[in-house]
């Protein structure tokens, strides 16, 4: 083989490439290089509540900062750390992937990995016959919308108000926040809002004959809405009535979230698709699925040459599947289902003896893990002066003097379930304890407690939060 000319050589002078020591020299920059590079106001977000402590690992439901203190994590990142952070399963299935040499993504032939773990999940909606892969809950959300508007020839999709189903195009066309749909122009043509937990409109809705499908979410996660005991299964019976496709959004709510594996087996009803994201991702590699009826997926995968008319490059991918894969066997090994159940209805009892107690407290609800604690507009003359003056200068700016408090003084990380929302959402990884439950109640109490004393600290840190927004509106 002849030689390369010397200078063409590649050197060896570079040292190896070390992911750990490139944290460790950067971790200084962590906020710089975001301010510079990325998005400013997310910082500037973490500096003024307080949250910049700069995590630097994190285990189970427990995360770490800086120096080493340890937090309570009340957010699972949105929900995808259903099972706890660096779960050593999950590890060790992506290991076993990456040390296979397995020829991944051929495109040009299918995965068997793909195809165990539809079988598996499968197994939960027995009901339902074919999954499609994708790479995130918005992804799976926009390949509903192809689907049901392909297996039925309608072009509307009707959604609940409250809603949300993610940011990309479609799903944001179904995502009822203004927040999120303000500055993004005109969207999806034919997405038609319903009143959530209203039958009667959403059979009017429906009676067109043009909507293709309705897609909710069993329990509405911006604001832990509830639907009332007979809704789920009146919007079945719509949905069947009209030929509509009734489609359950379960990517915050499935896999064990709500104390069962999907939050629609509290209603037993069999929806036509299941979406599902988040979680079952392991907290490693993204991925989506969307559970389907035959007759669906035999619309748009019908002949042949249609056999790639709708995919995704990175889907199916071998470390997703396998963190899909090894995501179920903790779900199942552990029990984590059963446990959301249990520490769920004991955080439910002990919110629900706060509310009786402290006037601020308006309403708690929920399933599982998945709790809101609601507060309203108190009784007391002072305390009433005080939230309507907070109101004044920003709808919902009460809860954060809740959650800063929580996480700076005992060192739970939880947030609001929305913007200009009265609910504070808790969603913790589905492996907490009894002892983590001391934790949750030990906080919330004290800082609750401490909200009803006029003035107080509570009151004071409020007064600080209205300058900014005050300042940043000015600014605007």
């Known amino acids: 083989m002849a030689q390369l000319p010397t200078d063409t050589v590649p050197t060896t002078d570079r040292p190896p490439f070390d992911i750990g020591s490139l944290l460790a020299d950067r971790e200084i920059d962590r906020y710089s290089l975001h301010t510079q590079h990325m998005n400013e106001q997310m910082v500037r977000v973490l500096q003024t509540i307080g949250y910049d402590v700069g995590f630097r690992s994190g285990h189970g439901q427990y995360l770490f900062d800086r120096k080493g203190d340890r937090y309570l994590d009340l957010l699972s990142g949105w929900g995808v750390f259903g099972i706890g952070r660096n779960h050593p399963t999950v590890r060790d299935a992506l290991k076993s992937v990456l040390g296979s040499d397995l020829p991944n993504l051929v495109q040009m032939d299918v995965s068997v990995l793909a195809g165990i773990l539809a079988e598996r999940l499968l197994t939960y909606a027995p009901y339902l016959d074919k999954v499609f892969f994708a790479n995130s809950g918005a992804e799976s959300v926009e390949a509903a919308i192809k689907f049901a508007r392909a297996s039925t020839g309608r072009d509307e999709i009707a959604y609940a ?202 309403n708690i609800r929920g399933k599982g893990l998945m709790i809101g604690v609601e507060f309203g507009t108190p009784r007391s003359l002072k305390l009433k002066a005080a939230w309507s003056l907070l109101e004044a200068v920003n709808t919902g700016l009460f809860c954060q003097l809740i959650t800063i408090p929580i996480f700076k003084e005992h060192k739970v990380l939880v947030q609001v379930a929305g913007a200009g929302n009265h609910v504070i959402k808790l969603i913790p990884p589905l492996c907490i304890n009894d002892t983590d439950c001391d934790w949750i109640e030990r906080s919330f109490d004290a800082v609750i407690a401490d909200a009803h004393k006029v003035p107080g600290a509570v009151w004071t840190l409020g007064r600080t939060l209205a300058d900014h927004a005050i300042k940043a509106r000015a600014s605007a």
């Open 161 to 362: 108000s409250q809603s949300y189903h993610g940011l990309t195009y479609g799903a944001l066309s179904l995502t009822a926040d203004k927040m999120f749909r303000t500055g993004f122009g005109t969207l999806m043509p034919g997405s038609i809002e319903v009143p959530f937990n209203d039958l009667a409109a959403l059979d009017r809705a429906l009676a067109s004959k043009k909507v293709a499908a309705f897609i909710v979410e069993p329990i509405q996660g911006k604001g832990v809405y509830m639907p009332s005991d007979e809704y789920l299964r009146g919007v079945q019976e719509i949905c069947r009535k009209h030929g509509t496709l009734f489609v359950a959004d379960e990517i915050q709510t499935g896999l064990g979230r709500t104390g069962k594996f999907f939050a629609i087996e509290h209603w037993g009803v069999e929806p036509d698709m299941i979406l599902i994201a988040k979680a079952l991702s392991g907290g490693h590699v993204p991925i989506g699925a969307v559970l389907m009826r035959r007759k669906i997926f035999e619309k748009v995968f019908n002949r042949m040459d249609r056999a790639v008319v709708h995919g995704s490059t990175f889907a199916k991918g071998d470390l997703a599947m396998a963190a899909g894969l090894a995501t179920l066997e903790v779900i199942e090994a552990e029990d984590l289902v059963g446990n959301a159940a249990r520490m769920g209805a004991r955080l439910m009892t002990s919110f629900n003896a706060m509310a009786e107690r402290y006037e601020l407290v308006k």
